[in-house]
T-cell receptor, first 116, second 110 residues
Framework: EAGVVQSPRYKIIEKKQPVAFWCNPI?????LYWYRQNLGQGPELLIR????????DSQLPKDRFSAERLKGVDSTLKIQPAELGDSAVYLC??????????????FGPGTRLTVL | QKEVEQDPGPLSVPEGAIVSLNCTYS??????FMWYRQYSRKGPELLMY????GNKEDGRFTAQVDKSSKYISLFIRDSQPSDSATYLC??????????FGKGTSLLVTP
């Protein structure tokens, strides 16, 4: 079974430029998460989708970040404009059910963003 | 104050040693406790999952949760060089949003 796919794996941009990250979750997984992991820190949730609906975006900096999950499968996370402090690894995760008992989140390899 | 505190290490042990990794948390509503392992340049992968208090064992790994003291532990027996990674504890009250610790960097030397 293929895991969570993310692209690109690495991205270097100058500040004030836009950037987008793409995620393809595990087939059949209804729940999709975007996390940000700063260097030396644990991942922090940015947004959670149930199918195509964003059900928790309370931690998403909405002035510059946006996300979409059209058709409830692939998802894109965008930053516009990027700031130096956005340098981090952006992780996508998916889980097979919204039930509580078996909500293992499977993570992709992440996109490492460097803003110069 | 973060909801989950974890000593970042690094922790270096010889091969075969018993490793003890720990976290504390502040929110008594947390019911789900997890340990993730993250290799360099990879995403986290789930190692152990515990609901409420108690112990759980899986091969060389044992997870313990003490809700009275808000303390969670992961023990690794007979540690191997392949166990060298960052270990992240995570908690949740809903099973959805995970609250991660900073992660502890572990190095097992041959």
């Amino acid at each position: 079974e293929a895991g969570v796919v993310q692209s690109p794996r690495y991205k270097i941009i100058e500040k004030k430029q836009p950037v987008a990250f793409w995620c393809n979750p595990i087939s059949g997984h209804n729940t999709l998460y975007w996390y940000r992991q700063n260097l030396g820190q644990g991942p922090e949730l940015l947004i959670r989708y149930e199918n195509e609906e964003a059900v928790d975006d309370s931690q998403l900096p909405k002035d510059r970040f946006s996300a979409e999950r059209l058709k409830g499968v692939d998802s894109t996370l965008k930053i516009q404009p990027a700031e130096l402090g956005d340098s981090a690894v952006y992780l996508c995760a998916s889980s097979p059910t919204k039930g509580l008992a078996n909500n293992e989140q499977f993570f992709g390899p992440g996109t490492r963003l460097t803003v110069l | 104050q973060k909801e989950v505190e974890q000593d970042p290490g690094p922790l270096s042990v010889p091969e075969g040693a018993i490793v003890s990794l720990n976290c504390t948390y502040s929110n008594s509503a947390f019911q789900y406790f997890m340990w993730y392992r993250q290799y360099s340049r990879k995403g986290p992968e789930l190692l152990m999952y515990t609901y409420s208090s108690g112990n759980k064992e899986d091969g060389r790994f044992t997870a313990q949760v003490d809700k009275s003291s808000k303390y969670i532990s992961l023990f690794i027996r007979d540690s191997q060089p392949s166990d060298s990674a960052t270990y992240l504890c995570a908690t949740s009250n809903s099973g959805y949003a995970l609250n991660f610790g900073k992660g502890t960097s572990l190095l097992v030397t041959p």
